[in-house]
């Protein structure tokens, strides 16, 4: 079946690094990727997305590309910031289904130290 | 932007009382709603999806009667928690799908933390 799977966490990262969290799905067909982030206390916000092979989503300093060869799509940043502790959740869609809800992977949980 | 108020945030309940959980949309027109689940250190799981005026559609072990789901309007969905054990402590979240937009805009409430004592 559909499946996300996404890197464990916690990733603990000084401010200004780079960050990198990966994550692989499996779909038949050609779903919808996207990067979901869940700031403390608040509830879950698109942070990026692509629709097809080889876009690339972007998005406060945030990328990833749909890389259907490799069937990933790991979410980068250049420069983190303690403003970006948070949780990261990988999803797809798949629109084979009639709802085409999301699939979730069981996030990453981000901090960045000053 | 459009924005999904979910309500309460926290609640704690005595075994086997019922408890409910609201999901609002609060400024566009939701015709469907989606409930999930999220387990400790586990990826958040469709429990069901509802439609407004009919029956929701649940999620293979989702067990229907105990879980009552009401989409009686396009701006809110409710998840009655009937006869709660301390097993079904967990973290709820509703999303919404916006009607008037191209259909694949999908909106997140902020969750309930659910604790059955």
């Known amino acids: 079946g559909n499946s996300v799977t996404q890197m464990e966490g916690p990733v603990t990262l000084s401010e200004e690094a780079f960050l990198t969290i990966n994550c692989t799905y499996t779909?038949?067909?050609?779903?919808?990727l996207f990067w979901y982030v869940q700031y403390p206390g608040e509830g879950l916000q698109l942070l990026l997305k692509a629709t097809k092979a080889d876009d690339k989503g972007s998005n406060k300093g945030f990328e990833a590309t749909y890389r259907k060869e490799t069937t990933s799509f790991h979410l980068e940043k250049g420069s983190v910031q303690v403003s970006d502790s948070a949780v990261y959740f990988c999803a797809l869609r798949w629109y084979g289904g009639s709802q085409g809800n999301l699939i979730f992977g069981k996030g990453t949980k981000l901090s960045v130290k000053p | 932007g459009a924005v999904v108020s979910q309500h309460p945030s926290r609640v704690i309940c005595k075994s086997g009382t019922s408890v409910k959980i609201e999901c609002r949309s609060l400024d566009f027109q939701a015709t469907t709603m989606f409930w999930y689940r999220q387990f400790p250190k586990q990826s958040l799981m469709l429990m069901a999806t509802s439609n407004e005026g009919s029956k929701a559609t649940y999620e293979q072990g989702v067990e229907k009667d105990k879980f009552l789901i009401n989409h009686a309007s396009l701006t809110l969905s409710t998840l009655t928690v009937t006869s709660a054990h301390p097993e079904d402590s967990s973290f709820y979240i509703c999303?919404?799908?916006?009607?008037?937009?191209?259909?694949?805009?999908?909106?997140f409430g902020e969750g309930s933390w659910l604790t059955v004592v």
């Open positions: 999303s919404a799908r916006d009607r008037d937009g191209t259909g694949n805009t999908i909106y």
């Open positions: 779909a038949t067909g050609y779903p919808s």
